[in-house]
Structure formats: C-alpha cells, structure tokens
C-alpha cells in the first residue's frame, strides 16, 4: 500500500503543477505558433484554459505506463546512494520518494513535455496538438522558475530554436584546439547550428513572455541568457543584447550578476552592445552590480585591455569602498601585462591614502611589479612603504629581504629613497629588517 501511495502522490502533483503551469501561460496568450506545422493541416491555437487542461490531463492520465517509465527514469539518475545501499531498498525508496515528491514530480512532467515536442518538432508529421500542450506548460514552468527547469528545459528552449527534435545535436561539432584530433585549419571550430525561421519566432516570444514576467518575479531567464551569449548567431536572432540591458537595472541581485556575466560573454560578437552595458553598470546606483562588474575586471580584459583599464580608473573612485578594494585586485595583472599603467594607477592610490586599497595593491600587484621590475626605477616601492599599513609593510619588507639577497645595489636604492621621504619610515623599516636579517640590515648602517 505504502508503495502505491508514494507513486499516487507524485502523480497528483504533476497534474497539479501541469494545471498551474497551463493557467499561467495563459495569462500571456497568444502562445507561440509551432515552427513546424503540414501546410494542408494549419495549427489551430487554443483559446480556452480549460479545455487544454483537460485533454492534457486526458493524455497523461491514460498513459499509466508512461508516468511509470519516466518516473524510473528519474528514479535511476536521482536515487540517492544510501537508499541503493539500504538493506530493505523497496521501504527507503518509498520514503525518498514521499519526502521529495515535489522535486520528481517536476522532473517527470518534463520528461513528459519533452516527448510531447518530439512529435511536435517531427519534420515529417509535426503534430500541432501536441506543440500547444508542451509549450503551454513549458512556458509556466520557465515563468514558475526551479534549478531543474533551469537545467532541465533549456535544452528543449534549444530544439525550438532550431526546430529539431529534443535529444538532437544543435551545434555542429568538428574537431577543435581541447581535442587531440585538431589540425590546426581555420575549419577545426566548432559552429552553430543554423536557427530554424519559425523556431526563432517561437523562441523570441517565449523569451518575451518570460522578461514580461521577470520585472515581477524570479524566473530562469538571466540564466538562461547567460548561456544564450556565448553563440554569436543565437545572440543575435534572439535580441540578447538588448534582453540584458531592459533587465539588468531591474531584477534582483542574485540574478543581476548572471546578467553582467552575460554581458560580458557577448563582448567577441557584440563589443559594441556589451560596453555600453558595461558602462552603464559602472555608473549604476546599484552597488552588487558593480562590486560584480569588478570581480570580473580580468575576464574583461582578456578581451580588450584598454577598456577594462577605462572602467578600472572608474571604479577605483567608486564611492563604494568594496568596489574601490576589489578593483584594486586587477592592478595584480596590470602589473605583469601593462607596467606603466600599473604605476600611474599605483601612485594614485598610495596618494589617496586608502588603507584598504594600499594593502590590496600591495597583496595583488606590488609583488608582481617588483619581479619584472627590481630596480624600481620608477621609485614605486619607496611611496609604497611610507603609504602602507603595518600588516603591509610585514609582506613588503619580506620583498625587501629577498631583492637584497639578489640585488644589493637595488635595495640600497630603495632604502635611500625612503629615507629622502620620511626619516620615521625609514626607522622603522630598519627595525623590521633587522628584527628578520640582521647581515642585511648592517647593509642599511654601512650604506648611511
């Protein structure tokens, strides 16, 4: 009995949330045309919620052995490995099954609109009945939003795009640079599938279906325009630039920093689009987004250094003191690529006496800086040790410690230079070196 009452449950749950899911959809009609429909048999678009529920409850309540393969399906890939392992598997499965009903029964529903799109999207005999049910109840559960809907249907929002079969490829994969059987020819890429016309149009509308709803409420669709940005051709078709930039000033927190990611994930194919959003989010009111923006300074400037240098000069004035710190890390790489922006930046902030930004500067560039450039010609290091704090003078006399080791002459100089600046610094940067090296720090009283 206990058996039969666990799989009842997750059954009553799916045409719970396959009801929800139609009545939801149907706040935002008309639905999306099939991309795929036999010219002498014109889809029909529903016009009554109540009727399409219904027959969707039909199908699904005849299809007893369908429900039970896919809920083995889901049963196989989830099933936790302590309930597998239990002496009496039968009774633990039960009990998994009752306490995470909610969760499979999703799953199911989706695998069960998964097959509804499989006829939907058979270019030989599209069945147009079958599209208006899956597509119903996959735009509410999108507009409904879950981890698993975000994994789970994206890969179907992708067979409409190209109007193929779910389960079919739609990228076309030739050998590339991860792979051992590259060549090296400008062909070994990998490309896009080519978009289907009326699978654009139906994905264009389920997209703007979501971002009607997303001012509201949380739904998967930063995610999924996170992953919509990487392809040049479904970036372009799908409007994502523009997407982003309707939303990105208007939803959450959480899912704004999927979007400034996304963002920058459009800049190979869209440079334009992406840096005036990128612009936009550096002078933003909002505070997460641009402490987010400078997390990702790096990313930025794997694709167009000078621009990222642009916005870094922003944000290190940010009012925000966080945002001025974390940018502050990419001086780090700045450092090794471009040296004398480094400087100027560097000298900047020792002169605006930020303890905060003093410290990561010297933790994320300073060490970098003092490898490719020991001789200090710049006379860097001197500000550096008058402006720091004493957790940073710590590190930074152990850099000292070791350019003597290497290079006398070089730390000597440095030491002069202190001296020149503030005679207490340069106490109490012979105190410190003395309390570690003392043979180096009677380099310092021989050169006085």
Known sequence: MARREAKALVREYCNKILIESITLSFDFLPLPNPPLELPDFPARPPSDVSKIIQQALGISSIDTAGFLFRLEQVIEKDEPNFVKRHIDRETEREKWLSKNFELIAEQILILQI????????????????????????????????????????????????????????????????????????????????????????????????????????????PYW???????????????????????????NQKNSEKLVM??????????????????????????????????????????????????????????????????????????????????????????????????????????????????????????????????SKSKLSNMLIELAKINQHSFLKICSKVLDLSPESYDELFNRINLRNKDISSLIRNNQ
């Open 114 to 221: 998964k097959d509804w799109f499989y006829s939907a999207l058979d270019e030989d005999s599209p069945d147009t009945d079958r599209w208006y049910l899956a597509v119903s109840i996959f735009i509410g559960l999108i507009l409904k939003g879950s981890k698993i809907t975000e994994a789970q249907c994206f890969p179907l929002f992708s067979s409409i795009i190209v109007a193929k079969q779910p389960d079919e490829p739609t990228m076309k994969q030739i050998s590339g640079p991860y792979h051992i059987s590259w060549s090296g020819d400008k062909g070994d890429t990998f490309t896009e599938e080519v978009a289907h016309p009326s699978g654009v149009l139906a994905a264009n509308s389920i997209l703007d279906i979501t971002e009607l709803y997303e001012l509201n409420h949380e739904t998967v669709l």
């Open 225 to 251: 325009l996170e992953r919509l940005s990487i392809g040049e051709h479904i970036s372009n078709i799908l409007n994502i630039p523009m997407r982003i930039q309707n939303l990105i000033f208007d939803i």
């Open 262 to 391: 996304a963002t920058i994930l459009l800049f190979p194919h869209h440079p334009k689009e992406s840096k005036e959003i990128l612009f936009e989010i550096c002078n933003s009111e909002q505070v997460s987004l641009r402490r987010f923006l400078a997390t990702n300074l790096s990313r930025i400037g794997s694709e167009d250094r000078e621009f990222s240098e642009k916005i870094l000069a922003e944000l290190l004035n940010d009012e925000d003191s966080d945002t001025r710190v974390i940018s502050t890390t990419y001086l780090g790489t700045l450092a090794r690529v471009e040296s004398h922006s480094f400087i100027l930046l560097a000298k900047k902030i020792f002169q605006n006496e930020d303890s905060r930004m003093i410290q990561r500067l010297i933790e994320s560039g300073i060490r970098h800086y003092f490898s490719m450039n020991p001789d200090d010609n710049e006379g860097l290091i001197p500000i550096a040790w008058v402006s720091c704090n004493s957790e």
